[in-house]
Structures are given as structure tokens and as C-alpha cells.
């Protein structure tokens, strides 16, 4: 059996995983950060994009979108505390990239009274969300 880590997702809503993990990989402010069981402790910030979860004996790797927030490690526990978490499969694209198209014609009107700063953060976890999206049909294909 494989030496694993409990790894506990939630959101402000709601608890989206809690189990045990081989690994995680978390969108970290500076890059992706892999966990494995035993890893030193950390807190770090996470920005928008995908966890991806090992899960023991499971072929496909849990696929969880966030939004940003904040990531603790502990030698066997891994915490996610997201702003907004959604599971790869419950992913909606049409809003997705409707949003995506919001913030980029927000960006581009000068005369909009959009604050440029929060387009440009909700462009990017538009994109975020996309390339989920994306990582999620090519595992499921």
C-alpha cells in the first residue's frame, strides 16, 4: 500500500473533498506545488486553477477547480481553504467563457467604471476556469 496524506478541500460553501491522497498538486501563487506524504509545512496563497488530487488505487486523478485562497501543509494533513471550489465535472463552460468575455470587453472600455484591477482578476480566473475545463475532457477522453 502506498503512503498516503488526508487532504481536506473546502470552500465557503461547502466541504468539496476530504480523504486520503499518494499527492496533490495546488496552483500556488509563485507555480505549482507538489505534496506528497511527509512534506515540510508550508502556508502559502494559491491563485485560480486546478488541485489535482492521487487517490490510491484510482486510475484518474480528482480534479478540483479553485478560485484562489489559501493552502496549509502539515506532514499528514494538506488543507485547502478556497475562495470558491468546484468539482472538474461540475465545471460550466458556456458561463465560463461568457465571463471571459465580460471581463475582457471591461478591460478594453476606458470609459467603464469597472475597476481595471478586478477585470483583469476576473479574466484570469475565467481563463483558470477554461483550462480546467480543458484538463478535465482530455482525462475523461
Do not use: C, N, W
Amino acid at each position: 500500500m502506498a503512503t498516503t496524506i488526508h487532504v481536506d478541500v473546502v470552500s465557503a460553501e461547502q466541504e468539496i473533498f476530504s480523504g486520503v491522497a499518494e499527492a496533490v498538486i495546488v496552483p500556488a501563487l509563485m507555480g505549482e506545488v507538489g505534496i506528497y506524504p511527509r512534506h515540510a509545512p508550508m502556508i502559502t496563497e494559491i491563485k485560480p486553477g486546478s488541485v489535482r488530487i492521487k487517490i490510491p488505487e484510482q486510475a484518474e486523478d480528482e480534479l478540483i477547480y479553485v478560485s484562489g485562497g489559501m493552502l496549509e501543509v502539515q506532514p499528514s494533513v494538506v488543507t485547502i481553504l478556497a475562495d470558491t471550489a468546484i468539482r472538474g465535472g461540475d465545471l460550466d463552460e458556456a458561463k465560463a467563457l461568457e465571463a471571459k468575455g465580460r471581463a475582457e470587453a471591461a478591460m478594453k472600455d476606458k470609459s467603464s467604471k469597472i475597476d481595471y484591477a478586478r477585470a483583469q482578476a476576473e479574466l484570469a480566473e475565467s481563463i483558470a476556469q477554461i483550462a480546467a475545463i480543458e484538463k478535465f475532457r482530455k482525462r475523461s477522453r
